[in-house]
Nanobody, 130 residues
Framework: QVQVVESGGGVVQTGGSLRLSCTTT????????MGWFRQVPGKEREGVSC????????IYADFVKGRFTTSRENAKSTHYLEMNDLKPEDTAMYYC???????????????????????WGQGTQVTVSS
């Protein structure tokens, strides 16, 4: 059974930084692209970033480009989201997920989140105060 556990969320002031971590077990970690998503109550979940199986390719949503960086450590079955220059509009529940087998980052932003993955974690709350 796939288990996805996010951590690292919290409350931070505008312009601050946070680093989210996500550990995934129950699958062959380096067989999967890994993604980060976020959701605000009343709005649809949206893709934030994706990292390829080897870590060599990254995809970012326009609203985080230049501020967020994703990385992974396959030996630890863990991937990360480094968030800098945070803004109040970044406030959301952040979720990580493993891409379905053979889904790479090229389809990450074009597919509906529920289509790209079926292995959601519980999420970690990020709150940015103004």
């Amino acid at each position: 059974q796939v288990q996805v556990v996010e951590s690292g969320g919290g409350v931070v002031q505008t312009g601050g930084s946070l680093r989210l971590s996500c550990t995934t077990t129950g699958l062959t970690f380096d067989d999967h692209s890994m993604g980060w998503f976020r959701q605000v109550p009343g709005k649809e979940r949206e893709g934030v970033s994706c990292i390829s199986r080897s870590g060599g390719n990254h995809i970012y949503a326009d609203f985080v480009k230049g501020r967020f960086t994703t990385s992974r450590e396959n030996a630890k079955s863990t991937h990360y989201l480094e968030m800098n220059d945070l803004k109040p509009e970044d406030t959301a529940m952040y979720y990580c997920a493993a891409g379905r087998r053979n889904y790479d980052c090229s389809s990450f932003l074009s597919r509906a989140p529920s289509s790209w993955t079926d292995s959601w974690g519980q999420g970690t709350q990020v709150t940015v105060s103004s």
